[in-house]
C-alpha cells in the first residue's frame, strides 16, 4: 500500500489499565507520531472504553492496538473479541493467539504438545504449595505471574530462603502464577512482521538479568542483532515462526528464547503487542533488516487488512 487515505481513520489506542500502562503510553505516543508523519489520520485513544465507544460512534475505520497486558490491557484477547463483534479491523493478532500467547502456561502446554522447547515447568494456582513445586523444578528457577508482561513480578530463586518472598511478588498480579527452571546462558528474542522474521537480537544487560529496569529505564543494556548468524541463527528463527504459528499468532509479534549454554533453544513466551518505545526489541530489529521505525509502524498497520477482517 502507498495511499495513506485507504487505511481511513485509525484510532492508535494506547495506556489502558492493565500493570503496562506506562509502558503502554511511551509506546503509543511513538507510534501515533510515526503514523501522522506518514500521513495517516491517526489519533490517539486512552484504554478499550473509550474505544469501543469511539467505534460505535463511527469515529474509526481501524485499530493500531498498542495495549500491552491483561485486565484493560487488550493484549489478552478480550479486545480483540470485541474489536470482531464490532467488525472493526485491527493490527496483530486474533483472539485465539492473543489470549493463549498472554496466559504463560498454556502457551508453554501447546509448544510441549508439539515438541517444542521450553523450560520445564509447574503451574501454581493460589494457594499451591510451593515449596514442593520447587523440589519438583530444582534450583535455580524463575517465579513470574503466568499472564503479566514486561517482566513484571518476575524472580530469579537460587535458594529455598528466597521462595516465598518471590511468591509474594508474583501474586501481587492477578491470576495464576508459574514455576519454571532458569536457564542460564543468552537471553535472545525474534521480532515477526507479517510472514517475515527478523534478525534475532541478543540481549546483553549490565544486570542479572534483563529485568523491567534494564528493559525500560537502563541506558547500559546491550542489544546485539543479529544475536545468531549462521545455519544457529536460521534454527532460531524457523523454532520462533513455529512457537508462533503454533499459539495461533497473526500480524506481527516478538518471541522470547533463552540460549543455554550447550547451544540449545528455549522459548518463553510470545508478545502478541510488542512494546514500540525508544528501548524496544521489534523498532531495534526492523532496523536490521532495513526498515526504518515509520515504515515499521505502517506495516504494522497493513496487518490490519487481513482475510476475514
Partial sequence: MTDPAQFGRV??????????REVS?????????????????????????????????????????????????????????????????????????????????????????????????????????VHAAARQIGFPLIVKPACEGSSVGVTRVFAEKDLEEAVKLAAKYPGDLLMETLIEGDELTVAILGRQVLPSIHIVPKAAFYDYNAKYVAEDT???????????GEELRALALAAFDALGCAGW?????????????WLLE????????????VPKAAAAAGIDYQELCWRVLETSFREGA
Fill in 25 to 129: 503510553l511511551d509506546s503509543g505516543r511513538n507510534v501515533l507520531a510515526a503514523l501522522q508523519a506518514r500521513g495517516i489520520d491517526a489519533h490517539a485513544i486512552d484504554g478499550i472504553p473509550a474505544l469501543l465507544d469511539a467505534l460505535r460512534a463511527g469515529h474509526f475505520a481501524r485499530v493500531f492496538n498498542i495495549l500491552h497486558g491483561q485486565h484493560g490491557g487488550g493484549e489478552d484477547g478480550v479486545l480483540q473479541g470485541a474489536l470482531e463483534s464490532l467488525n472493526v479491523p485491527y493490527t496483530g493478532s486474533g483472539v485465539l493467539g492473543s489470549a493463549l500467547s498472554m496466559d504463560k502456561t498454556r502457551s508453554k502446554r501447546v509448544w510441549q504438545s508439539l515438541g517444542l522447547p521450553t523450560p520445564k515447568f509447574v503451574a501454581l494456582p493460589r494457594g499451591a504449595d
Fill in 222 to 232: 546491550q542489544y546485539i542483532c543479529p544475536g545468531l548468524e549462521g545455519v544457529a
Fill in 11 to 20: 484510532a492508535v489506542v494506547m495506556g489502558g489499565s492493565s500493570a503496562e
Fill in 253 to 265: 509479534g516478538r518471541v522470547d528464547v533463552m540460549r543455554d549454554h550447550a547451544g540449545r533453544n
Fill in 270 to 281: 510470545v508478545n502478541t503487542a510488542p512494546g514500540m518505545t525508544s528501548h524496544s526489541l
